[in-house]
């Protein structure tokens, strides 16, 4: 069932905000001004699909992806560049004042280069066996196959190619000898891979916001702690234990930090 909703503003993370009298409701890829028709995003009351922008923004442009806004690999490509702009130096000056700090904030610097000199492709065997090798979608368990990416550096033209080869082997490698699969962080499980075990990467860099406010208040680098994780994350592609064979302990099932059914 869809509903219409008025866009007000960006948040912080990029997706456009509705403000509802149940709260805020965030559509990603919306922009301030919008129209738009949208659907439920199962697991996540608070956000919903966008289907259709009906009163689009005058600043709205066409994205140079065809991929984009189902991939999940680019938040921005539909937002005039001036505005986009605004935006984000406005995110470093409430940044800042969080902390008390006031302080100018010159406009952005445009540090694009010839284009993105990185990129983590994931890869999964999808419907009916076939395999998969692109973007994980945002905020969902599937993988986006694509053939190409226009904003990476032109030395990154052969990485897609590259990541089809390497999958194409180790899946069927792993698959011919039923081999389970174990990584750091939980991107690749979502993607396919059995199971991984790591410090909790968003809890670690939102940390580093306390050793910036240190050092913005006059502490010097060296007099600062190193500090090890203290949170560590266990996450279970059971998609994949079943298709391996395995049948995971329900006592480990229990322990996990995410399950992928």
């Known amino acids: 069932m869809s509903e219409r909703l008025a866009i007000a503003r960006v948040g912080r993370w990029g997706d456009g905000i509705s403000d509802t009298p149940g709260g805020p409701v965030y559509v990603p890829y919306a922009l301030p001004g919008e129209t738009v028709e949208v659907e439920q995003w199962p697991g996540h009351p608070d956000r919903r699909r966008l289907l259709e922008v009906e009163t689009a923004s005058p600043e709205r442009i066409a994205p140079i992806c065809p991929h984009f806004g189902i991939c999940g690999g680019c938040t921005f490509q539909h937002w005039a560049s001036a505005r986009y702009r605004e935006w984000k130096r406005a995110l ?26 990185r990129a983590v492709f994931h890869a999964r065997r999808g419907p009916h066996d076939l395999l998969e090798v692109g973007f994980a979608a945002r905020k969902q368990h599937r993988v986006i196959a694509i053939d190409h990416c226009p904003i990476l550096a032109p030395s990154l033209n052969g990485a897609v190619a590259a990541a089809w080869a390497i999958a194409e082997q180790i899946a069927g490698l792993a698959m011919r000898w039923r081999l389970p699969t174990l990584y750091f962080n939980k991107g690749p499980v979502k993607a396919g891979i059995l ?3 790591g410090p909790d990467i968003l809890a670690a860099s939102r940390r580093q916001a306390y050793f910036v406010d240190r050092i913005l ?3 010097k680098p060296a007099d600062l702690p190193v500090e090890q994780p203290t949170k560590f994350e266990l996450t279970i592609n059971q998609q994949t234990a079943k298709a391996l064979g395995l049948n995971v302990p329900e006592s480990l099932l229990a322990s996990a930090d995410e399950v992928i059914e």
Do not use: C, N, P, W
Request: hydrophobic share 40%; glycine share 12%.
């Open 195 to 197: 199971m991984s075990y």
């Open 217 to 219: 208040k006059g502490t």
């Open 92 to 117: 470093v000056i409430d940044a800042l004042a969080q902390f008390g700090i006031e302080s100018a904030v010159d406009d952005l610097i445009d540090a694009h280069g010839e284009g993105r000199r």
